[in-house]
């Protein structure tokens, strides 16, 4: 196997990189390491969770579609405490966000809480969704480029993939060459985070400077397609494993302050609430978010919507926990990671919180 570095920002996505790179690096130097310090005198992470919200608790939260959403239902408005919102998204910038100290609640997939844990910052995951129909549906697909020449999976040996460590698209690909029979000594990996946009996987795709990647199966490989489709680019599905299902992840310290695991017990019904209203509202947080806030047009912003609107709460955590470990167990040798207790990331005090709610949203439809 070789790991290789790209080099350069594929065409179009630099300044923004480089925007939230330099952006981030400056939150982390000039922030204290407060994950560093361990919470010895604050609330014990086997207590119950406390009802009451003290004055002045503030939650600096970085999920711009929930605070979309709640600004919409007027719940920012509602919780008796002040909710920061901050445009820090992705594994990768969530992390550096918590080694900073500047975010209390983050949203990723499988592969960042275990990532942050393995950097050396404790989180806990207060709150998972799936999707509705996750047995027939997938949330990533691998784009392949114009000239690369791949028409099934078994074609990807000898080819250059995108490869991002602290993100779910590093499980996607390390699962799908154990499915095809190929050893990662036969690809070359490029080590390259992906955006939430996907313009760095496509534009580095549409380039030639990969071969594959994992990209996102909602309007990101749509429009890569559409751009790109008459030039010779495909979609591939990869084999049928999970990559559906999202965390809202805090770090330890937040849940070691009673005031701000309080709020966290609130947040966490209110994002249940709002992961049912999402399902059952598409085409207003088409038309109110993706259209009118991102600037989407319309029949792409309903796209966007779809993907997100069908999606459900469990009120038990067997399943995504099992959903983590498979996570930890394909990346952790691959990566020379040790191995963690996927159970051991989640916080069980929340684990009925957002389920509960969502199910009292849809049967109060």
């Not at 004055?55 to 600096?60: E, S, T, Y």
């Not at 992390?95 to 609640?105: K, M, N, Q, S």
């Not at 997939?109 to 990532?115: L, Q, R």
């Amino acid at each position: 196997m070789a790991l290789a570095t790209a080099s350069r920002w594929p065409r179009g996505s630099a300044p923004l990189a480089l925007f939230v790179g330099i952006s981030i690096a400056l939150l982390v130097f000039f922030a204290p390491a407060r994950h560093a310090v361990a919470a010895k005198a604050g609330l014990a992470l086997t207590a119950p969770l406390p009802d009451r919200v003290p004055p002045g608790i503030v939650l600096r939260v970085g999920d711009p579609v929930t605070r979309w959403v709640f600004e919409h239902n007027g719940w920012d408005k509602k919780v008796p405490f002040r909710i920061e919102w901050a445009e820090i998204t992705g594994g990768p910038d969530v992390t550096e966000a918590f080694h900073a100290g500047v975010l209390d609640v983050g949203f990723g997939a499988s592969v960042p809480p275990i990532h942050a844990v393995w950097m050396g910052i404790p989180v806990r995951i207060i709150a998972f969704r799936e999707y509705a129909d996750r047995e027939s549906r997938q949330a990533y697909v691998f784009g392949i480029a114009p000239k690369a020449n791949i028409k099934t999976l078994s074609d990807l040996r000898g080819k250059r993939i995108a490869f991002s460590p602290s993100q779910v698209q590093a499980q996607i690909v390390i699962e799908t060459l154990k499915a095809a029979g190929i050893r990662r000594e036969e690809v070359t990996l490029v080590e390259l985070p992906s955006s939430i946009g996907g313009d760095v996987y496509t534009n580095a795709l549409a380039s030639g400077a990969i071969d594959a990647a994992p990209i996102r199966a909602d309007l990101v490989a749509q429009r890569y397609i559409r751009d790109f489709g008459p030039r010779g680019a495909r979609i591939l599905r990869h084999p049928p494993f999970r990559d559906d299902g999202g965390n809202i992840y805090v770090p330890e310290t937040a849940l070691a302050d009673p005031g701000k695991a309080a709020a966290l017990r609130i947040f966490v019904h209110y994002w249940g609430l709002g992961q049912a209203w999402i399902n059952a509202h598409p085409e207003e947080l088409a038309r109110g978010y993706y259209a009118t806030k991102r600037g989407l047009p319309l029949a792409d912003a309903r796209v966007m919507a779809s993907y997100i609107a069908n999606v459900s709460v469990p009120r038990t955590w067997d399943g995504a926990i099992a959903y983590e470990q498979a996570a930890i167990d394909t990346l952790g040798p691959e990566t020379k990671r040790p191995r963690l207790d996927a159970a051991a990331l989640f916080d069980r005090r929340f684990e009925t919180i957002a389920g509960d709610a969502a199910a009292a949203a849809k049967g109060n439809r």
